[in-house]
């Protein structure tokens, strides 16, 4: 009989549909850091927090569209790079290359955090 161990690899892989302003998504590799579920959870509650701040700073402070996505592109960049080890990009994966990459549409972020969720959703499925 197969011996299979309890503890998860420390990273996975996935093809990310990384969206393309007036184009087909390129189908990209993505290496990911494996997160347990208090983790994954601490994660998941930087979004929630972030979004709560967002929506405090519409309603009292009348920031503008420009201050909200400076602030969202910081928060994302910090967000995915806790994540990210390792892409099929030929750039060198640094702060800022992501940044970059979150900077050229704002759906980018988005699909790269739906793949790196839709990856636990599968295994929570059994695949």
Request: charged share 25%; hydrophobic share 45%; with cysteine.
């Amino acid at each position: 009989m197969a011996k299979i161990r309890i503890e998860q690899a420390p990273t996975f892989t996935i093809d990310v549909e990384v969206p393309r302003v007036g184009g087909k998504p390129a189908k990209v590799p993505f290496t990911f850091a494996y997160k347990d579920r208090n983790a994954l959870s601490a994660f998941a509650d930087e979004q929630i927090q972030h979004s709560k701040q967002f929506a405090e700073q519409v309603k009292e402070d009348g920031a503008t569209v420009l201050d909200l996505t400076a602030k969202t592109i910081d928060f994302q960049v910090k967000h995915l790079a806790e994540i990210i080890v390792g892409w099929g990009f030929e750039d060198e994966l640094n702060e800022q290359s992501i940044r970059a990459l979150v900077c050229s549409a704002s759906s980018v972020p988005d699909a790269i955090l739906k793949a790196y969720q839709a990856a636990y959703a599968d295994a929570r499925l059994g695949n």
